[in-house]
């Protein structure tokens, strides 16, 4: 069966400092990766999608990245991290057609 | 931009009741998804409908969409203290087969 992983559960970090969080998809291959982030008691933002090895979609203009370096890794980083990159981050993975999402447990993520 | 739309924002009821929860959106979409999120977790999916359909059902939950109106409606039939938790609807949109849009949810209290 597939399954999602995602860590750290929890962080905490300072202004300008970097930033990476990793997830992993096992049980299947080719999925669809995508990282959202939400904002407390907020809908889910779409910020970084890839349907393939090396291949990245950026949706909102921001002081992020991410990059895929497997077929199943998803990685989201920044190099000096902001106030307002405070939230909980969600990766997700989908097959074809994202029919359905299936979701890792999040990281929350608050820069002080 | 925020693809869906839900009201209300907020939603609190007695144990037994029916919940319903709408969602609104902007343009053609492929499909339309409702999630349930508990606190500070990762997001499950409930129930997909195409867009081509027009009710669909799971267990106690009801789905209906309208693409004229562009909308759509999630009822929880006979709902019991555990349906506590913020239900999102999420939007693929007809020329994408990968971004999946969630709107801004709702947070349904089901008092025992």
């Known amino acids: 069966s597939q399954t999602i992983h995602q860590w750290p559960a929890t962080l905490v970090q300072p202004v300008g400092s970097p930033l990476s969080l990793e997830c992993t998809v096992e049980g299947t291959s080719n999925p669809n990766l995508y990282w959202y982030r939400q904002a407390a008691g907020r809908g889910l933002q779409l910020l970084f999608y890839?349907?393939?090895?090396?291949?990245i979609s950026s949706e909102v203009p921001q002081n992020l990245s991410a990059s895929r370096p497997q077929d199943r890794q998803f990685i989201l980083s920044s190099k000096k991290l902001l106030l307002s990159d405070s939230g909980f981050y969600l990766c997700?993975?989908?097959?074809?057609?994202?029919?359905?999402?299936?979701f890792g447990s999040g990281t929350q993520l608050s820069v002080l | 931009s925020q693809q869906g739309e839900e009201d209300p924002q907020a939603l609190s009821i007695q144990e037994g009741e029916n919940a319903t929860m709408n969602c609104s959106y902007k343009t053609s979409i492929n499909n339309l998804q409702w999630y349930r999120q508990n606190s500070g977790r990762g997001l499950v999916h409930l129930i997909l409908?195409?867009?081509?359909?027009r009710e669909k059902h799971s267990g106690r939950l009801r789905v209906t969409l309208d693409t004229s109106k562009k909308s759509s409606s999630l009822l929880i039939t006979a709902s019991r203290a555990a349906d506590t938790a913020s239900y999102f609807c999420a939007t693929l949109r007809e020329d994408s087969s990968y971004k999946l849009i969630f709107g801004s949810g709702t947070r349904l209290l089901v008092r025992p």
């Open positions: 409908i195409r867009s081509n359909e």
């Open positions: 997700a993975w989908t097959g074809p057609r994202a029919k359905k999402l299936f």
């Open positions: 890839s349907v393939g090895i090396g291949q």
